[in-house]
Every structure is written in structure tokens, then in C-alpha cells.
């Protein structure tokens, strides 16, 4: 399975007539997971942790505002203790399970979309640190399960500077900011310089806007690790944006 990182939008993302068409059709044209190992912005823990692994993980409603049929949903996958295992056994002796932590919306608002019967083993990684290249690393390190079926995903957004925005339409234009960004990172990921796209802060257009904090962008390298050559192909799946906010989504070799 080649890993991806896809923008996994708030919940509204559920009732976006041009979003939920374009995963869909992005994870019709997969092969079907045997599990999926994701890497959400919304969980941040170090050391590295994995979410509950029982059936029926309970959500995490990690967000407010909304309509209350929004904190009713579900997505009740199937036992994934052997996923958790496998996933421990590339990571000795360091990584454990969460008896309780369930799936966040960085997690379970893209799957419920993409898969939603909610049958594939599905187990959440925590974010360590938001160091790009000891994330590049930690993608490197789930590498083999590709070969076992496993889809590796990284869940954020390319832009995400949500304390600027002025419009809150799903269809609102995107700010300089945003679109500077999102253009920049496209064009240092189609060409493989990922030393560049590694050091966004300083290098990139529309910072610190883009991103006051970093760590909806964190996962992309994540799944840059993941990939067979971190600096080789990669196709981007989807673009445009969501509330003005990029919502580039890519699939890595």
C-alpha cells in the first residue's frame, strides 16, 4: 500500500458536496487495506502511543460549535489487536497501547468517508514530536507494513492558519497566505526537496500564517517517511480548498 497524507477536515467536511465524491473515489482506487496505521494532527503524546485496539474503539469529539448530530456519529471498527501488535513489534520495547483513547476527528471524519462500513483493523499512532525529520524517521520505521497491506496515513491539513480566516463558507476564497503556501509545498514536493519542505518556517511563503502552530502539517512527514524513496514520486489526489484552507492531499511511492 502506498501511504498518503490527506487533509482530514472538520466535521462539516461530512456534508461538503466536492470533498466526500473526491475521497471517495480516491480509496475506491486502492487496493483495500488489510489495516491502517494514521497519524492524526489531534494527538500529540511522547512517547509514541497507539489507541485502543479493541472492537468498537469509542470517537473522541475533540472539537465544538457544532451541530449535535455531529457528536453522535460513530465508526466502530473491528478488533485490531494484531495490527497493534505488528505495529509494536517494528518499535521494541517502546510503544503502548492506550487502554481508553479512542479515535479522534483527524481519524475517524476522513475513514468514515473513505471506508464507511468501518470494517478494516484501524489503530491511531500518537505525534512524539513535531521535529520533521525525526518524523520522516518514525515514518521509515512503520515502512514495512506496506508490504503487509497496511495503509499508512497521515491525517492534517497543508494549511491550517485558522485564526486568520475572515469566511467560514466552504467555498470561501483562500487568502494569500494559504494559497502562497500550499503552491510552495506542492511544487518542493514534486521536485523531491524535502530538506526544503523540512524547513517551512523559515523558507516558506505565508508563514507563520499558514501554520501559527505546526502540527497539522506534521503528519505529512510522516507519511514522506513512509514512502519507498522519501524524495521520489508522489501524485497529488486532491486539491482546491476547504474554507479557504488547502486541502492538498497526496500519495506517496
Known sequence: ??????????????????????????????????GIVIVSAHWESAPAMLSCSDAGTPLVYDFGGFAPHYYEMTYPTPDASLLAARVQALFPGTLTVHSTR??????????????????????????????????????????????????????????????????????AVPPGWSRDFDLW?????????????ADFRSRA????YAHPTVEHLAPLFVAIGAAAEPDGPVDTVIDGYFMGLAKRSFEFA
Open 1 to 34: 500500500m502506498r501511504p498518503v497524507f490527506l487533509g482530514h477536515g472538520a466535521p462539516p467536511l461530512l456534508d461538503d458536496p466536492v470533498w466526500v465524491p473526491e475521497l471517495r473515489a480516491w480509496s475506491d482506487r486502492m487496493d483495500r487495506p488489510t
Open 205 to 208: 511563503p505565508g508563514m507563520p
Open 102 to 171: 479512542g479515535l479522534d476527528h483527524g481519524a475517524w471524519v476522513p475513514l468514515k468517508v473513505m471506508y464507511p462500513e468501518a470494517d478494516i483493523p484501524t489503530v491511531q499512532l500518537s505525534l512524539p514530536t513535531l521535529d520533521a525529520e525525526s518524523l520522516i524517521y518514525l515514518g521509515a520505521r512503520l515502512r514495512p507494513l506496506r508490504d503487509e497491506g497496511v495503509l499508512i496515513v497521515g491525517s492534517g491539513f497543508l494549511t491550517h492558519g485558522l485564526p486568520f480566516l475572515t469566511e467560514w463558507r466552504i467555498d
Open 185 to 197: 509545498a506542492a511544487d518542493a514536493i514534486a521536485r523531491g526537496d524535502i530538506d526544503e519542505l
